[in-house]
Antibody, heavy 120, light 110 residues
Framework: QVQLVESGGGVVHPGGSLRLSCAAS????????MHWVRQAPGKGLEWVAF????????FYADSVKGRFIISRDSPKSMLSLQMSSLRPEDSAVYYC?????????????WGQGTLVTVSS | EIVLTQSPGTLSLSPGERGTLSCRAS???????LAWYQQKPGQAPRLLIY???NRATGIPGRFSGSWSGTDFTLTISRLEPDDFAVYYC???????????FGQGTKVEIK
């Protein structure tokens, strides 16, 4: 079955950087687009970034554009999120999620998340 | 930018009752790109419904989705104890690609 395991979260100072990873298994990773979604403590879900199945196109929420970079290593079935110029409002649990249908575009599988705390 | 507004914010119901959750889009949207998720405390979201009306794999038949214009509905026909959770609707756009979530509806035990 699909398994997504995030890692790399932690505590970082404002203005700092952090790199999140997501190890994927149980499906043909190179065939699916992948997302990062975050959830601030006690808040709702916020989509962060999406990368095409082949890595050729990347899309970002306005709140992270220019600061975060999504990437993938398909031979290793790994998804990454490089976060820089971090702000306190970036504090959240970060989930990686797999694209469902290319037309319906739902997120059909999610990892358990990794917590990022931006604090001085 | 499309805004999804979910109502009510909290729904207090008893096991066995019917739950009706609403998600209204701020403008006309493609119904085929509307999904619903369930999230329990400390857990990741789980896909329930995609394409507005299609149940995801393994989702019980008591969950159903419908739509009319810009109004989308998730119905839980008879609530079971395991169904008390927060529910989110989500829509995606194509140009440019973006994914938007509603603010969530909490279904709590009355």
């Amino acid at each position: 079955q699909v398994q997504l395991v995030e890692s790399g979260g932690g505590v970082v100072h404002p203005g700092g950087s952090l790199r999140l990873s997501c190890a994927a298994s149980g499906f043909t990773f190179r065939s699916y687009g992948m997302h990062w979604v975050r959830q601030a403590p006690g808040k709702g879900l916020e989509w962060v970034a999406f990368i095409w199945y082949d890595g050729s196109k990347k899309f970002y929420a306005d709140s992270v554009k220019g600061r975060f970079i999504i990437s993938r290593d398909s031979p290793k079935s790994m998804l990454s999120l490089q976060m820089s110029s971090l702000r306190p409002e970036d504090s959240a649990v970060y989930y990686c999620a797999k694209e469902g249908g290319a037309v319906t575009r739902e997120l059909d599988s999610w990892g358990q998340g990794t917590l990022v705390t931006v604090s001085s | 930018e499309i805004v999804l507004t979910q109502s009510p914010g909290t729904l207090s119901l008893s096991p066995g009752e019917r739950g009706t959750l609403s998600c209204r889009a701020s403008q006309s949207v493609s119904y085929g790109q509307l999904a619903w998720y369930q999230q329990k405390p400390g857990q990741a979201p789980r896909l329930l419904i995609y394409g507005a009306t299609n149940r995801a794999t393994g989702i019980p038949g008591r969950f159903s989705g419908s739509w009319s214009g810009t109004d989308f509905t998730l119905t839980i026909s008879r609530l079971e104890p395991d169904d008390f959770a927060v529910y989110y609707c989500q829509h995606s756009t194509n140009s440019p690609p973006a994914w938007t979530f509603g603010q969530g509806t909490k279904v709590e035990i009355k």
